[in-house]
């Protein structure tokens, strides 16, 4: 069915020109003192003017901030020197089946025959991408008999590959925007992706690696103190899940079937929220079963946010089967459930107003106070939806930004964080950050740059193209 990519299309378009999906590069504490700036030589903390700290950290993944915003927990990654120093990572069950594969894998690269760029070895199914390149890591240093002349070429690229650690940390904000490193709370070789902090600080979720190239990921939680191991609470989970504000419960977007080898088309998927918490904040011993909240058309973006109120937001296609081509959906909607009170998925915004917002709704996110949400476009454009009225007010005009480099970031519930293009396009300004001041009865919005003194480094792949060296909207 033709249409059933309409709003993969959408992102597809985004991550060409970003090279990924788009993310918050400035993530504002709660209390809106501090704001993390995810750089390209790494992560920093900046004020309201825009002044940033010493560099924090490189290779800097996710990050979030603790709701008493003294703190931050971030993933970030090392090169190991050899495979016996990511033997120290892995759970014993995973460090013997990968051994048991070497061999496999060795005789599977002496006989290949054809180009390299194509060779996909059997071997290596089953594994995550961490687990994978530890493995010819493993067959590098301990297999290696006769690859050299058989790889040619390729023997040098072999020989560069080092295994990767993801560190899971959290880093003490002192006055000032001064810093401490924390303690490491995890290891993996995969990545700690998506991180989500409990409202009551005790735990944080995040999305890990699973085997295959299926985008969407396991969902596990984490307490932040004591010595416990991460707990696994649900697969094949969207980027986007969030906390209950009890901090009881995680609620997830998921789907129902594994994706086709890389594929984003629609698959039928749910909207479900698990406990994992006691009253006390303390991680369950075991989780009871899911609730499904919702059934969607599941997407690996599909974003899920829980008000204060009790409602879960969700954004998704709104698909009535059997349909024709034609008759499938050209934008998501914006839609809430309310577990326990009210039966039933409600629309929050009208047809004729979804025809106004941008067309990125699955990047929506929800205003401190929860009345509004920012929408962003393709084409780097903002708006804001109220949701009591289902009014829009477009922050951020399509002729001041050439696309989207970042999600916009709310600092407070009168003030936003975006990316634009400066003064006439035809200038080819630097591309900047701004902090905007929005006055919701007067409908103005007031803007004030914060990255004008940003050094190179750390607007490179963000603000300025580093293939070209000059503004990222040349």
């Not at 390209?40 to 560099?55: A, F, P, T």
């Not at 088309?265 to 909207?271: K, P, Y």
């Amino acid at each position: 069915m033709k249409r059933t990519t309409v709003c993969v299309g959408i992102l597809a378009g985004l991550i060409a020109l970003a090279g990924c999906l788009p993310e918050k590069r400035v993530r504002w504490s709660p209390d809106g003192r501090w704001a993390t700036v995810k750089g390209g030589d790494g992560l920093y903390l900046c004020d309201q003017s825009g002044k940033l700290s010493e560099r924090l950290a490189t290779d800097v993944g996710s990050v979030a901030w603790l709701p008493d915003s003294k703190s931050i927990v971030l993933s970030r990654s090392e090169k190991l020197p050899s495979w016996t120093a990511a033997v120290e990572v892995l759970p014993a069950d995973r460090r013997l089946e990968i051994e048991a594969r070497a061999p496999r894998l060795r005789d599977e690269i002496l006989a290949h025959e054809g180009e390299w760029d194509g060779f996909k070895p059997q071997s290596v199914g089953g594994l995550t991408g961490g687990e994978s390149l530890a493995l010819f890591v493993l067959v590098r240093e301990q297999h290696g008999a006769g690859l050299a002349e058989k790889l040619g070429d390729k023997w040098d690229e072999l020989k560069e590959l080092q295994p990767i650690v993801h560190l899971l940390q959290q880093v003490e904000v002192k006055a000032g925007g001064t810093f401490e490193l924390g303690p490491v709370l995890a290891k993996a070789l995969d990545a700690f992706d998506e991180l989500r902090v409990a409202p009551n600080g005790r735990a944080v979720a995040y999305r890990g690696a699973a085997p295959g190239e299926d985008p969407a990921k396991p969902l596990f939680v984490l307490p932040l103190h004591g010595q416990q191991v991460p707990q696994l609470v649900a697969d094949r989970v969207s980027m986007f899940p969030d906390w209950s504000p009890d901090s009881r419960h995680l609620v997830y977007a998921a789907g129902q079937t594994p994706a086709e080898g890389e594929s984003n088309d629609l698959r039928l998927g749910i909207v479900a929220r698990r406990l994992v918490c006691t009253e006390d904040g303390a991680l369950l011993a075991d989780f009871p079963e899911a609730e499904e909240l919702a059934g969607i058309a599941f997407q690996n973006e599909v974003r899920v946010r829980c008000l204060r109120d009790g409602r879960v937001l969700f954004a998704t296609l709104e698909v009535s089967l059997p349909c024709t081509s034609e008759d499938m959906p050209q934008r998501a909607g914006l839609f809430a459930v309310e577990p326990g009170r009210q039966p039933g998925v409600t629309r929050l915004i009208p047809r004729q107003t979804e025809a106004e917002l941008p067309d990125v709704l699955f990047l929506f996110e929800v205003s401190p106070d929860e009345q509004h949400v920012t929408v962003p476009g393709g084409n780097g454009g903002v708006a804001v939806l109220t949701l009591a009225t289902g009014d829009v007010w477009q922050i951020l005009g399509e002729n001041e930004a050439d696309h989207l480099r970042m999600e916009p970031a709310w600092r407070s519930a009168d003030e936003l964080c975006f990316a634009f293009v400066p003064g006439p396009k035809e200038a080819k300004e630097r591309p900047a950050i701004a902090l905007v001041k929005l006055d919701w009865a007067g409908r103005k919005a007031e803007r004030r740059i914060i990255s004008g003194d940003w050094p190179e480094p750390v607007v490179t792949d963000f603000l300025i193209d580093k293939r070209s060296g000059g503004p990222a909207s040349e």
